[in-house]
């Protein structure tokens, strides 16, 4: 071995050394890692993250909302535990008989024992501490028997005393062996467009459900809404337009959220203080999409007396029929304002007739107060009671007059059942169609005697159907021109600009007479 050779080998010997030393070490410390790691001690303890719980800003600066948040908590607490649960139970509708074939899409039609009953119902509130509770009649309406669930769970039976379905009000009585918590009354008539409020329900949906109270906030978005709702209702139920008409809808509304479970519940002011009967929605669906309306307190208040003194509600009435004021009545009867309500017709020997007061008068204030709409008349009207005296403001011609008359009372079981008669057709610019009212015509529409013209069809949405002119009215005048036969009719309205409002003087079958403006279209 040369020099150079050894010297070359001498050299190699320890970096071949101290690479398999790093290469020991390396798998030494690879195989301890695996190890470590299966016995899991190579895992790391990470620190808890730091939670901040100030404020994000200055509380003095929210303090009105914080204030608001407070008393709505307040609110609820106070009031809540004079809030129930009704359950009611109902018979099932009757089975109708399934056309034949249907069996092999639906099967067989379902055979009930008729003794059973589904539970429906809704919400209410304790009045007194021994036991009568408000709600709506809509809520308890031909239940067989129902039950209160109070605040503390217990379920109590509950007599009803009565319901009135033309304002939708009911009272019910329990006996719970105790004195309950109970709501005080507001003043309805005092409530303010845009003041808060609170919707108090207590629907339940059910045993062992966690829904047993819900609270809604909300301003008041409007008063005296007349939705039609009962009226409609009443229609379907009794098929009596006459018998619909005292339906009375004078609504509040609000943006609170109102679901049918609220149905019945308190709707209460800032004071805790209830001013209505949660009791209906407008909805496509039947659930809140952003209108609900309550029953003013004061007019539930005036019926929960009568139901509980006499069972029923005395109505007393001012033996009219009236309508909302139009624009073109206004024009036509001069009136300072489109506001008020006009007579269209004068019950024979009522109060109204015994006052002076005529057809085509226009009401515009009960002892002084406005009337400026049919709900409102009528609920200022139930406010009082058969035999009381009242003044009534009004116009006629143009000018402003008062009557005092002595209330009268409806005998709703009585009342006349006139017939309905359904809208059909097309024709003219005003959009009706009208025949000489003789032969088979007559007894169609339930005339006893022929003669005059009779409207036969009015068109959808035409300035006839605007103006309420309706099939099977007899036409007597127009613009206080006698009418007697179709040529005259045509050349009655020939004369009628358009823009120009006319007069209507019509009869029913039951020989009531009537008037209506209607302006001709343009």
Excluded: C
Excluded at 456 to 467: F, M, N, P
Excluded at 487 to 494: H, K
């Amino acid at each position: 071995m040369t020099n150079e050779t050894q010297m070359e080998h001498t050299m190699h010997d320890p970096l071949r050394a101290k690479t398999k030393v790093v290469l020991y070490s390396a798998t030494a410390f690879l195989a301890g890692l695996g190890i470590a790691s299966g016995l899991g001690w190579t895992q790391v303890t990470l620190a808890m993250p730091v939670i901040n719980e100030s404020p994000q800003i200055d509380p003095a600066l929210v303090a009105p909302a914080v204030d608001l948040s407070d008393a709505f908590v307040n609110l609820s607490e106070a009031v809540t535990p004079g809030v129930v649960r009704i359950e009611a139970r109902v018979p099932y509708p009757e089975q109708r008989e399934m056309p034949q074939g249907f069996e092999r899409f639906f099967g067989p039609p379902q055979q009930r024992n008729p003794d059973d009953v589904q539970v429906g119902g809704g919400s209410g509130f304790v009045v007194s501490e021994d036991g009568y509770i408000l709600t709506n009649n809509h809520v308890i309406d031909d239940a067989t028997s129902v039950t209160v669930i109070l605040a503390d769970k217990t379920r109590h039976d509950a007599e009803v005393v009565g319901g009135d379905p033309f304002t939708d009000v009911a009272v019910l009585k329990i006996d719970a062996g105790r004195d309950l918590e109970t709501l005080s009354f507001g003043d309805s008539d005092e409530v303010r467009v845009g003041e808060w409020i609170l919707a108090i329900g207590n629907p339940g949906f059910g045993a062992g459900t966690s829904l047993d109270f819900t609270v809604t906030a909300g301003i008041v978005s409007a008063r005296g809404r007349p939705l039609r709702i009962l009226q409609n209702n009443l229609q379907r139920e009794l098929q009596d337009q006459e018998l619909a008409g005292f339906a009375i809808e004078d609504f509040i509304q609000t943006d609170a959220v109102i679901n049918p479970g609220n149905s019945g519940g308190p709707m209460v002011d800032a004071t805790g203080r209830v001013i209505g009967i949660n009791s209906a929605i407008a909805s496509r669906t039947g659930y809140y999409q952003g209108y609900g309306f309550a029953i003013p307190i004061n007019l539930a208040r005036r019926i929960m007396e009568d139901l509980v003194e006499y069972g029923s509600v005395r109505r007393p009435i001012l033996g009219v029929r009236i309508e909302d004021v139009t624009p073109e009545d206004a024009e036509y009867y001069r009136l300072p304002s489109v506001s008020g309500v006009q007579i269209v017709l004068v019950n024979d020997g009522g109060p109204a007739e015994d006052a002076g007061l005529r057809a085509e008068d226009v009401i515009v204030s009960i002892d002084g107060r406005e009337a400026s709409y049919v709900g409102g008349l009528q609920a200022m009207v139930t406010m009082r009671r058969p035999g009381d005296r009242i003044t009534v403001g009004f116009y006629r011609d143009g000018n402003y007059r008062e009557a005092e008359l002595r209330l009268g009372e409806a005998d709703l079981q009585d009342a006349p059942r006139p017939d309905v008669v359904a809208e059909s057709g097309s024709v003219d610019r005003l959009g009706i169609q009208v025949r000489a009212n003789v032969g088979e015509v007559a007894d169609d529409y339930g005339f006893r005697a022929e003669g005059g013209v009779v409207i036969t069809d009015v068109a959808a949405g035409s300035a006839a159907l605007r103006g309420r002119l309706l099939p099977g009215r007899l036409i007597l005048e127009i613009d206080r021109t006698e009418i007697e036969t179709v040529a005259d009719v045509e050349a009655a309205l020939s004369e009628v600009a358009p823009g120009q409002v006319v007069r209507f003087l019509l009869e029913d079958s039951g020989g009531n007479q009537y008037v209506e403006t209607v302006r001709m279209p343009r």
